[in-house]
């Protein structure tokens, strides 16, 4: 299934082996915890939305490739203070102002990852 872009970073890229350890010692690094740990895909986040709007990033191997998705998920109470200007899923490119320091944060973690499996950086 598509996933809109505004709603969500995508990257697909290739890997040799099983890429699942190397991703978990990514995000023990950048304290993104386990929340979903299925077989093929793996979701982690990072925050809990109290300072900041959480950072996710949902992993799916098969086939030699992974495909990351990557976004901020916008709470209701922060939703309801920026009277619904935020949408509830954010992707983590770089431009405008909205939720801009979860963003920042989730998309500089991600490449850091992006750059150890020699993939394309999100910009």
Known sequence: MPVDP?????????????PWARIAAWAKRHKFKPRSDD???????KGTGL???PM???FTAKDGKVELQAWVH???LSRLLTL???PMEMNVRSGGFRAMVPRTIARKAI?????EMNATEIP
């Not at 077989?39 to 986040?45: A, E, G, H, P, V």
């Not at 490449?111 to 750059?115: D, F, P, S």
């Open 6 to 18: 505004s709603r969500r970073s995508v990257v697909t890229f290739a890997v040799k082996g099983d």
């Open 39 to 45: 077989k093929d895909t793996k979701l982690f986040q």
């Open 51 to 53: 300072w900041t709007s």
């Open 56 to 58: 996710r990033a949902q």
């Open 74 to 76: 916008n709470m209701l």
């Open 84 to 86: 619904f200007l935020l």
């Open 111 to 115: 490449n850091e990852l992006l750059r």
